[in-house]
């Protein structure tokens, strides 16, 4: 008896490894929604490294470029073009969700798609270059309060876009109307960088991990993050924006999600690679290179946080009149 239970044990696992290699895609590929450089580019090459390192994925993931509308292009093009694509993935960020609940990705809301899996955490920041008069997040703030069209405020998306939102947010904490701001709009998060150290603009707000390297590299200084304490590891130094009394915190989630019509086998096996990701420790240790923090949670668990967060931010485009 027990011989015919383990025979059929056997005969099960089989089945479900030979299911998961069927399921696995021949050519991986994920969609980052902009230009190369910017946050998306992030979380793709974040996806592609993981998953090989770990032995998840037999062929390598393919990056593409997308850009257009902070996301909208992609989104659109996965859901009419590549509904069934069992190997696509997309990058998202919370700046998609806002975008999203602004009705700015067209005909197609937060239901649209299935919500894969998120990654990590970024935070809003606000950088100058490092030879920038402004010393400190109080530096600008008052030169903003003098003359809010007096300094050129640079960051990846038009008015109404999350890198938008964090000046939008700062400004009214300290008393200066956003609407009077002097604001310039990029494609993507790779664009207001360049524009920063050529002297275009004289200051961006974006994910701080998309500002890390420049400030590593001396070209840059970070004025401040949006969270509510300061980050770990080497960006303990970089004060909150509550520090200078801005009550502003802005979290930058992190993630993928695939087409409407991917099958059940296909999305589940995708899932079940990211879940095993998640909870590696080499993971881990990659993740944090990128300056991001943990936020893990993939399946039904993110479709639940998605909506609540799309009804949430509607809220909030609402109390700056951002829905017509």
Known sequence: MNAVLSAAALALSGMLLSSQLNA???RPECIAPAKPGGGFDITCKLAQMGLRDEG?????????????????VAYNAVVAQRPKDAGLITAWSSGSLLNLAQGKFGRYDEKAVRWLAA??????????????????????????KKDP???????????????WMQVALLARSAGVDPKALRYVAFEGGG?????????????????IGETVVQRDAGKVRILAVMSDERLPGGLANVPTAKESGLDVSWPIIRGF?????????????????????????????????RDLLPFSMTGDELKDYVYKQVAQYKSLADEFGLIQ
């Open 24 to 26: 696995e895609p021949k």
């Open 56 to 72: 998840l994925l037999k062929s390598p993931i393919r990056v593409t470029y997308m850009p257009g509308g902070i996301g909208a």
């Open 119 to 144: 990654v990590g955490t970024d935070y809003g920041a606000v950088t100058v270059r490092a030879d920038s008069p402004f010393r400190t997040l109080d530096d600008l703030i008052a030169a903003l």
């Open 149 to 163: 069209s007096g300094t050129v405020i640079g960051a990846g998306g038009t008015v109404g876009s999350q890198d």
């Open 191 to 207: 664009e207001p960088i360049t524009a920063l150290l050529g002297g275009h603009v004289q200051a961006i707000t974006s994910g």
């Open 257 to 289: 999600y695939m087409g409407p019509q991917v099958s059940d086998e296909d999305y589940n096996w995708w899932k079940q690679q990211f879940d095993v990701l998640l909870a590696s420790d080499t993971f881990g240790k990659l993740r944090e290179q």
